[in-house]
């Protein structure tokens, strides 16, 4: 089982560029959701899903677009990067919003320069 | 937002020591995890609490979710050289309609010194 798969681990952008950031699940989970960590801050949510065609905000969504087109993946968008968005980015999924065994990617160390 | 207060920020331990660490809140929380992050990984889920008061254990590690809801720490006995990592807290709230949302602590970066 691969779990949860984010692509990149790394990747470097310049200031007002946008890329996406790429989560997949092989597990049949509902919910999926995006966290950034920043050093001090723990972890905080930007957006969730509770399935496909179903998304939400979560506490920073600033910035940041999804779409839940599959039960599988859960891009994220940066729509025009900014030196705030450096961080670490982490998509988790569990197997429904009442389940709280969230499964956590290894994460995409990103740096907006 | 709600958050939540973790402690200590970081600890160094002599290898086969035991460790504590809590966090605390100003909100009650439905539910409390404890997650470890090993560098250049994603947290993984140590134990899950449900229900004030509940004890947990899993292996060398113990929980407990506090009786008013707000607190909740982190055993770990006997640690070893893996033990170390950074650990987080977790509380789980409802958020927007019918989903829920995970406010995590700042972490403790545990270094175990052999």
């Known amino acids: 089982n691969a779990g949860v798969t984010q692509t990149p681990k790394f990747q470097v952008l310049k200031t007002g560029q946008s890329m996406t950031l790429q989560c997949a699940q092989d597990m049949n989970h509902e919910y999926m959701s995006w966290y950034r960590q920043d050093p001090g801050m723990g972890l905080r949510l930007i957006h969730y899903?509770?399935?496909?065609?179903?998304?939400d905000q979560g506490e920073v969504p600033n910035g940041y677009n999804v779409s839940r087109s599959t039960t599988e993946d859960f891009p994220l968008r940066l729509l025009s990067a900014a030196p705030s968005q450096t961080s670490v980015y982490f998509c988790?999924?569990?197997?429904?919003?009442?389940?709280?065994?969230?499964?956590f990617g290894q994460g995409t160390r990103l740096t907006v320069v | 937002g709600q958050q939540l207060n973790q402690s200590p920020q970081s600890m160094f331990i002599q290898e086969g020591e035991d460790v504590s660490m809590n966090c605390t809140s100003s909100?009650?929380?439905?539910?409390w995890l404890w997650y470890k992050q090993d560098p250049g990984e994603g947290p993984v889920l140590l134990i899950a609490l449900y229900k004030a008061g509940e004890l947990t254990s899993n292996g060398r590690l113990t929980a407990q979710f506090g009786i008013t809801r707000k607190d909740s720490f982190l055993n770990i006995s006997a640690s070893i050289p893996s033990d170390v990592g950074i650990y987080f807290c977790?509380?789980?709230?409802?958020w927007g309609a019918g989903s829920y949302q995970l406010t995590f602590g700042k972490g403790t970066k545990l270094s175990v010194i052999p």
């Open positions: 909100s009650i929380f439905n539910t």
């Open positions: 988790a999924s569990s197997y429904s919003i009442g389940n709280t065994e969230a499964f």
């Open positions: 899903s509770v399935g496909a065609g179903i998304t």
């Open positions: 977790a509380g789980q709230t409802p």
